[in-house]
């Protein structure tokens, strides 16, 4: 009872000496006057004091965001490489040890190394940025789609790894100021059949559910597979049948049909030859280490020979050009490991033979690399094209003369063996450039309906000129875009449509080289939507938006 009644009397002491929150503050406000000195410092420290107890829950997530958009960077950089998800830790372990040396001065190098081990860089986390990374740049993508005036697709067909058919498809967009942009549409898997109906239905299934606008399609370009050019069930031959296309343009890749033309000439007996010795050689692990160590011993330029394959485009100009600078060192390897003789390497028409069709696939291969690349105009490849058959024209005329200044390697092998250009059978070549120039005329007939056309978009105020031969590469339509929409509505249309042509499929064979690399025997096992996501990724000139991406995340420090 005692102790109630003393608990009782000490209570509104200790209330007194602690009075509630409201009551205190309004105690102190009023020992302060308004609109004085005092007061607006007293504001400023009841300020300062809020950030800092704000900052101890601010100054966490800000790492963590920037230690996310590290993470989505480093990712980017590792997908454009084309490297595999388990490598950013590879790359955070460098990082860090290269933190011990570079950062060893300095004050705060605990600080820089903290933030280092913070960003998030294992395996799952890298594969969930590359996916949300692709997503962001698909998203892009399919604004500009919405945006363009109209488009052209590639499409090429090849396997991957593990044996499943892959469809490649890039886009080609013109926008309204006639610049053109050329992306990765899609890379379709075809698990059965690869037949035209098998390819169509694939892609229509794309179209559907990314709901692209076809009507805005000009043109398709293609590699010439019977699956894609079939007459009756082919897959142009199924799109021009079907209501969901407008009426559309084919070619045939001309960087293909170049290729192609090269084919006609008619040098089996050089070739088979040259392959066998070269066989011979590189076939055997001990003979190719001891042709290494004969060429190292005569100090050759070259180390070794190369091997040839007919997929490749400029396999055949390399693989003679190589043959034909070590004929010499070959001959002496021959004869001193005792090999089957090769009567055709002391033939002197056999040698003239050899060094005519090194020199014509060179310039043949200086074709092809001048038709390859990103962001070519249709038009100035025509022009490549035409002013190459001017050239085999020349060269035709000068053969005939026995004129070998185009011949190096011509030239090179008669002062070998004594003989002047007088002595030359020049009909025996000038045939063989005429039969490459029949081909070109004959395979080159795909584009000759839009010369014309692209003729006048050139140059419209010049009068009977073969633009087509004197097309510069800075060709993009930068007066046509000048022009009135509602005065010349049809003129500009012409102009958009030519700027939006594919000439090749050159995107989808490179895209193809990046998935070899992307999907490898050490990464068989990746999934399609990985593989896409990954050939966005390193093929796509979008940059994706990291502060966006690492908003819509969980920002986190790596654990």
């Known amino acids: 009872m005692v102790t109630f009644l003393s608990t009782q009397t000490q209570g509104p002491s200790v209330s ?65 490489h084309k490297k595999s998800f388990k490598d950013g830790e590879v790359v955070k372990e460098a990082f860090i040890e290269a933190a011990d040396a570079l950062f060893g001065e300095f004050k705060n190098k605990t600080e820089i190394v903290t933030a280092i081990k913070d960003m998030q860089l294992s395996r799952n986390t890298v594969t969930r940025r590359c996916e949300g990374m692709a997503e962001d740049v698909e998203s892009q993508l399919k604004n500009d789609i919405d945006a363009c005036e109209c488009f052209s ?29 050329e992306e990765l549409l899609t890379i379709l898997p075809l698990k059965g059949h ?14 559907k559910k990314n709901k692209l606008p076809l009507f805005k399609l000009i043109s398709i370009t293609i590699d010439g ?13 199924l799109c021009k049948q079907s209501e969901s296309f407008p009426d559309i343009l084919n070619y045939h890749c001309i960087i293909h049909q170049q290729a192609l033309c090269g084919k006609i000439l008619n040098m089996k007996e050089v070739m088979d030859v040259a392959m066998k010795i070269v066989c011979s050689v590189r076939a055997r692990s001990l003979q190719r280490r001891l042709f290494r160590a004969h060429l190292e011993e005569t100090g050759a330029e070259h ?5 040839h394959t007919d997929v490749r485009w400029l396999s055949t100009g390399k693989f003679l050009a190589r043959f ?32 005519f069709l090194t020199d014509i696939t060179e310039m043949l291969n200086d074709l092809n690399l001048e038709l390859q690349g990103q962001d070519k105009h249709v038009i100035n490849m025509i022009s490549s094209v035409n002013t190459f058959k001017s050239k085999l024209q020349l060269l035709s005329n000068r053969l005939q003369r026995c004129d070998l200044r185009n011949f190096p390697h011509m030239q090179a ?41 692209a003729s006048y978009l050139c140059y419209p105020f010049l009068e009977d000129i073969d633009v087509l031969q004197k097309a510069t590469p800075g060709t993009k339509g930068d007066f046509w875009h000048l022009l009135l929409e509602q005065k010349y509505p049809n003129l500009r ?67």
């Open 324 to 355: 034909t600078e070590l004929l010499p060192e070959i001959k002496d390897f021959l004869k001193l490991s005792k090999h089957t003789e090769y009567a055709q390497l002391e033939d002197s028409q056999w040698l003239l033979d050899l060094s």
């Open 153 to 181: 697709l590639q499409f090429e067909e090849s396997t991957d790894v593990v044996d499943v058919a892959q469809l490649c498809v890039f886009i080609r967009m013109v926008f309204e100021d006639m610049h053109a942009k």
């Open 493 to 559: 249309r012409r102009a958009f449509n030519l700027t939006a042509l594919f000439g090749s499929t050159y995107l989808c064979e490179a895209a193809f080289s990046h998935m070899k690399i992307i999907k490898s025997k050490y990464r068989s096992t990746m999934t399609d939507d990985h593989l896409m996501a990954c050939l966005r990724l390193a093929t796509s000139s979008y940059c994706p938006d990291y502060e966006k991406l690492a908003s819509s995340s969980q920002c986190q420090r790596s654990h």
């Open 225 to 237: 597979a019977p699956a894609i050019v079939g007459r009756t069930n082919g897959f142009i031959a």
């Open 413 to 453: 092998e008669l002062q070998r063996q004594g003989k002047n250009s007088a002595q030359l059978d020049g009909a025996r070549y000038e045939k063989q450039v005429q039969s490459i120039l029949s081909e070109f005329e004959r395979r080159f007939t795909d584009f000759a309906s839009i010369e014309p056309v």
């Open 194 to 207: 690869t037949r035209g109906v098998d390819i169509f239905s694939t892609f229509m299934d794309f179209v």
């Open 303 to 307: 180390i070794d020979l190369l091997l």
């Open 16 to 80: 007194s000496a602690k009075p509630a929150w409201p009551y205190q503050r309004r105690a102190i406000w009023n020992d302060i006057p308004a609109k004085t000195l005092l007061r607006s410092r007293k504001v400023r420290d009841l300020k300062s004091q809020l950030a800092a107890q704000q900052s101890v829950f601010t100054r966490p997530n800000t790492k963590g965001k920037a230690a996310t958009t590290a993470s989505y960077r480093v990712s980017h950089v590792l997908a454009k």
